[in-house]
């Protein structure tokens, strides 16, 4: 099948912000929130999704989108299968890098760091705040084996439904839980005109943040 379009000559010249090393916050994760704030607030689709990039023990990267679920003066949270791909990768590789893009207000955001999991009763407390039959998901899903059919799932689904029918309390399975990037290197990228773009970044050096503008 033939594209209809010439992709090389698509373009948009982004021209609605600019990012200024005074305008920032001292600290990403501070900074990083007011940009989520600005996202959410302008009502941009999917404003918590972020692309995580992992690295196997063979050096082979893997990249998928997950859906932030928490910011605090520690880093990022995200929730996943254990026994998944990205999970046995970060087993094997616990560094990661995720993205964000928000292309209705021409920015986006990078962040590099290690990965630890969280605290079991905050995982706990994640899974237990999900509606039931996500939670009931998280049991039924063998995430990231092969299975031979779609019905696979929707049998363990219909089988875990009965099985909890008459309770509300639906435990979390040992396999499944948070994650949290500690960040040592946050890129804030804003889109400016002619390809001139705001690009300013903090690594963490000897313990404290520091403030940098690179080349677009």
Do not use: C
Not at 51 to 59: D, E, I, K, N, R
Not at 116 to 124: A, F, G, Q, Y
């Amino acid at each position: 099948m033939a594209l209809t379009h010439n992709i090389a000559d698509i373009r948009i010249n982004y021209m609605k912000h600019a990012l200024t090393e005074e305008s920032v916050a001292s600290n990403p994760l501070h900074q990083f929130k007011v940009w989520l704030q600005e996202a959410i607030e302008a009502q941009v689709e999917e404003p918590t999704a972020l692309v995580l990039s992992t690295v196997s023990a063979a050096g082979k990267p893997a990249a998928r989108v997950v859906l932030l679920k928490g910011v605090d003066e520690q880093g990022l949270s995200f929730y996943t299968n254990y026994a998944s791909r990205k999970g046995r990768e970060l087993e094997q590789n616990p560094y990661a890098a995720v993205t964000l893009f928000w292309p209705a207000l021409e920015r986006q955001v990078r962040v590099e760091g290690k990965v630890v999991k969280v605290h079991p009763e905050e995982s706990d407390a994640y899974f237990h705040s999900r509606p039931k039959g996500s939670q009931l998901g998280a049991w039924a899903s063998p995430q990231s084996q092969v299975i031979s059919s779609r019905e696979v799932l929707e049998q363990r689904e219909k089988e875990l439904s009965a099985q909890f029918a008459a309770s509300e309390f639906v435990p979390r399975p040992v396999h499944w839980g948070g994650y949290r990037l500690l960040p040592d290197y946050v890129e804030f990228w804003q889109g400016r005109p002619s390809r001139l773009h705001d690009r300013i970044v903090y690594e963490l050096e000897n313990g404290d943040w520091q403030i940098k503008r690179l080349a677009p």
